[in-house]
């Protein structure tokens, strides 16, 4: 069995015998087990080890074989779980790109955003969900992203065959998406 995720290199705070918490060792980065089952083994193998979070996989295929994947870039991220109320993350804790990975062929493309914008988690939404024939990639990546020109939120869709190019488009939102705010893409019945 194989499984891509992001790893925290202290996600919680044990007990008693304290790590430090999330925000004691770093940031997440994307890693790729492969588990023994037979023998009760688990291999680990970095992907990227740039600060990442929140990964995306087109929802059709969570579970199963995929090729792609989709992260935001984090610059302080464990930044997050040190608001004082337990609040919204400062922006300084996200990074202004998103980040397309080819876990096939073991290469990435990076899209990124205006200087002082900060890109929360992309969500992938194929073109025709129909299509069974479709690349896996045929489709758009669709992210919160803070514009700190308007103090607000933009949702920024990305054509994910073209995902270093400019966006498809960029919908002017009327308020803040808090960052770190988890979506999906439900299409309309």
Request: charged share 25%; hydrophobic share 40%; with cysteine.
């Amino acid at each position: 069995m194989v499984v891509d995720l992001m790893a925290c290199p202290a996600p919680f705070l044990v007990a008693g015998r304290g790590s430090g918490g999330p925000y004691d060792a770093g940031t997440g980065r994307l890693e790729r087990w492969t588990v023994d089952l037979r023998h009760g083994r688990v291999r680990q193998r970095v992907l990227d080890d740039r600060p990442q979070e929140f990964p995306r996989v087109n929802e059709s295929l969570v579970a199963r074989r995929h090729r792609y994947g989709y992260t935001a870039a984090a610059a302080e991220l464990t930044a997050a779980y040190l608001t004082p109320d337990g609040g919204t993350p400062p922006d300084g804790a996200f990074s202004n790109a998103l980040v397309k990975h080819d876990l096939l062929r073991d290469t990435t493309q990076v899209h990124r955003l205006p200087r002082g914008a900060a890109a929360g988690e992309a969500v992938f939404v194929p073109r025709d969900p129909d299509d069974r024939r479709a690349a896996e990639d045929d489709g758009y990546a669709l992210a919160y992203v803070h514009n700190p020109d308007r103090g607000l939120a933009d949702l920024v869709i990305l054509a994910a065959q073209d995902f270093t190019g400019e966006p498809v488009a960029r919908v002017h939102l009327p308020g803040r998406v808090p960052l770190g705010f988890h979506g999906s893409w439900i299409p309309d019945a």
